[in-house]
């Protein structure tokens, strides 16, 4: 059975980075490798600690500085390697600067220069060395490539010219030690507003990490008179632990309340502001804040399986499913670096040889030509972007499973919806219980079978039924069997044969007024009827649809009448009753093949719809099964208006990915030529760069005010 694991890698400068460290590791057979470059983590799929190892000594022969542990010292807790390296190389680079102002002799020489320009060459090779090394070794040279060539470029060419000068003013001409600690200097410093932008477009991540409370209240003695808490390390959290939580307390699991009322803030998980009443039988989660009361529940998840966890790694991960135009930028990031070093080479050549430029103005030009080009704004032009618009979903309750929804919201032609819990709450009116006998074991019965369902309806006759002390009277059943879309099965110790559910399979014929029967043997004991409640936003989503010139379906297990009045009452285009799920699988099959079908439901009966079309959103209460089914999970009180929302999103941020790669392309069309020509020095070009990168980020971060 293979397990995650989350190594800390140091070293990664750059989005090609990695990109880099992914190619490698799949290329070793390394499955489910996810490279977090932003906040230097890389996970991956493994089996036993040898496979870490390997992992491990793999990432280490790229260049970069891998480990089981993120292990901080007290300078690193304050501020980031990146930070500590520019300043060392400001405070080396600045001497340098002030030698083009002050004339003086002693700051002019050769020993004065080359060591303030090698300390900061070895802050270089460090920072952008190993990485640069690395890539060589795949063959898939990268941004640091580039740098690290400028830079030791010239670098040897002035120790080389310090060599071959007949005098120190023939050096000077010479001289460009400088040129190499600014071109450092000035892309560390370009790198380290990177790194700060990058964070800003992750917020959403740390927001729900935060959310995590690191302690919890755990009850003792719960069954006798001694009753008491101890305060534990989540971590030693289990399923069934009872938990009591005060208010102001953050909820450390998640769980089912079994005592006490209280106030729950859930804004930070669902987007919903208004704070929500909880009471026994209802359901908490983890990260949500007890505003006032006092409550006890039972923990059902923890750890690593809560709904904030899923939540966190749902959002970390979900930019690793790329828009279909990232496939082209990512083709040509790879052949970048390779064709801009022939560039500079033939700039070189062309300029010395052909235009009878000096050596020295041609390898300025060559050197430019190096530092001046931006792979790195081409990798960020497309994953900034997505990484901005999912965070900011999250933040509303919207949770995307990949960049690659953006592009197939764009394509929708027409939307499938379910009925149950989707275009209304889920949330039933009991209209009618009649029983046919008085037979008081029956409610029990009732009562008793409804538990092993998983339908809203279910859970609509259970409320109702645990008023009464009678009514929740326990009833042994054996061989019990949901059928979805159909019911319940089971039979007793004596034998007998139970159904509970649909008219449409009950064992003998029924009237198709009510919504649930219950038989025993064939003989009818009692039958339902509900009236399920439409959710407010229903009808205004709907007509918006419209202007939208996307058709909508309705399906629906339930009755013809049923569905028909809840199709004109939202206006619905057209509608199909009495569907089993793979009825409605089969129609989203079909439907595919002729247009781009989107499916929004929330019940066991919708995930196979939902895995077949081609966009799915489940609804954020529903089945886990139907969650786990959908590419994006609406988690508000009012989930419809997540489609309009969504929608809106998916152009703006659109938008962006084509303002952001056309400003990277752009930008290297007319940098190379402008410094090839010798409009630009070296030192102006590694300012440039840093800095092209920061335009797409600060692009992207428009994005989390939409």
């Not at 799949?26 to 991956?44: A, P, R, T």
């Not at 609804?619 to 089914?629: K, L, R, W």
């Not at 990168?693 to 600060?698: L, N």
Request: neutral net charge; charged residues 20%; proline residues 3%.
């Amino acid at each position: 059975m293979s397990n995650k694991t989350t190594l800390s890698v140091k070293g990664m400068t750059c989005a090609s980075c990695a990109q880099g460290i992914d190619r490698h590791l799949v290329s070793k057979g390394i499955k489910g490798v996810h490279v977090f470059y932003d906040i230097g983590e890389v996970e991956f799929e493994t089996i036993g600690e040898q496979q870490t190892d390997f992992v491990i000594s793999e990432i280490n022969k790229l260049g970069y500085n891998a480990s089981g542990f993120k292990v901080k010292s007290q300078l690193e807790k304050n501020y980031s390697p990146l930070y500590i390296k520019t300043l060392l190389a400001l405070i080396f680079t600045i001497p340098l600067w002030l030698t083009m102002v002050f004339n003086l002799a002693w700051m002019h020489s050769f020993l004065f220069q080359i060591i303030l320009s090698s300390f900061v060459l070895i802050i270089g090779l460090h920072h952008f060395g190993k990485s640069a090394l690395g890539s060589l070794h795949q063959l898939r040279p990268n941004m640091d490539v580039l740098i690290m060539m400028g830079a030791l470029t010239s670098y040897l060419y002035s120790i080389s010219g310090y060599i071959l000068a007949t005098s120190h003013h023939e050096w000077m001409t010479f001289n460009f030690f400088e040129t190499t600690a600014s071109i450092i200097t000035f892309v560390l410093i370009g790198n380290l507003i990177e790194e700060k932008s990058l964070k800003r477009t992750n917020t959403s991540i740390a927001a729900l990490i935060q959310m995590q409370p690191s302690k919890a209240r755990r009850i003792t003695n719960a069954y006798n008179n001694n009753e008491g808490s101890i305060e534990v390390e989540i971590e030693l959290l289990n399923p069934n632990d009872l938990i009591l939580v005060n208010s102001g307390d953050k909820i450390p699991a998640d769980g089912l309340i079994y005592e006490g009322y209280g106030l729950i803030d859930a804004s930070a998980l669902t987007g919903e502001s208004i704070p929500e009443s909880k009471t026994i039988n209802d359901k908490v989660l983890a990260g949500t804040i007890l505003l006032e009361g006092t409550l006890k529940f039972i923990v059902e998840k923890c750890g690593k399986d809560t709904s904030l966890s899923s939540m966190i790694d749902l959002v970390k991960k979900s930019t690793f499913k790329k828009p279909a135009i990232q496939k082209l930028s990512d083709k040509i990031s790879l052949i970048f670096v390779p064709t801009v070093i022939g560039i500079s080479v033939i700039t070189f050549f062309i300029n010395h040889f052909a235009f009878d430029i000096s050596t020295t103005n041609s390898m300025l030009r060559a050197i430019a030509v190096l530092v001046i080009s931006c792979p790195c704004a081409m990798g960020l032009a497309i994953p900034t972007a997505v990484a901005v618009s999912i965070g900011n979903a999250a933040k509303k309750g919207i949770l995307i499973k990949g960049g690659d929804v953006f592009d197939k919201v764009q394509k929708i032609e027409e939307i499938v919806f379910d009925k149950t819990g989707t275009l209304t709450t889920g949330k039933f009116k009991i209209e009618t219980i009649n029983y046919t006998n008085d037979n008081a074991l029956t409610p029990g019965v009732l009562y008793s079978l409804e538990q092993y369902s998983s339908h809203p309806i279910s859970k609509s006759i259970l409320a109702f039924l645990q008023h009464s002390e009678q009514n929740k009277a326990s009833i042994g059943f054996q061989n019990i069997q949901e059928i979805k879309g159909k019911g319940i099965y089971a039979k007793d110790k004596e034998g007998n044969d139970y159904y509970l559910g649909s008219g449409k399979f009950a064992p003998i014929e029924t009237d198709s007024k009510y919504q649930v029967y219950l038989f025993k043997n064939k003989e009818l004991l009692a039958y339902i009827e509900l009236k399920d409640e439409v959710r407010s936003e229903a009808k205004e989503v709907i007509d918006w649809l419209k202007t939208q010139k996307i058709k909508t379906t309705l399906m629906s297990g339930d009755t013809h009448d049923r569905c028909e009045s809840i199709a004109k009452e939202l206006g619905i285009d057209s509608y199909f009753a009495q569907q089993l799920p793979q009825e409605k699988a089969d129609y989203i099959e079909r439907q595919s093949k002729l247009h781009s079908v989107a499916m929004i439901g929330d019940g066991v009966n919708d995930a196979a719809a939902l895995s077949l079309a081609n966009l799915s959103l489940a609804i954020g209460d529903g089945s886990s099964i139907a969650i786990s089914s959908g590419e994006i999970i609406l988690m508000t009180k009012n989930p419809l208006q997540g489609i309009k929302k969504i929608k809106s999103l998916s152009i703006f941020t659109n938008k962006i990915i084509r303002q952001n790669l056309f400003w990277a392309f752009i930008y290297n069309i007319i940098a190379i030529p402008f410094a090839a020509t010798g409009l630009l020095h070296p030192m102006i070009a590694s300012l440039s760069m840093g800095f092209s990168d920061v335009i797409v980020i600060g692009n992207s971060l428009r994005i989390k005010n939409k």
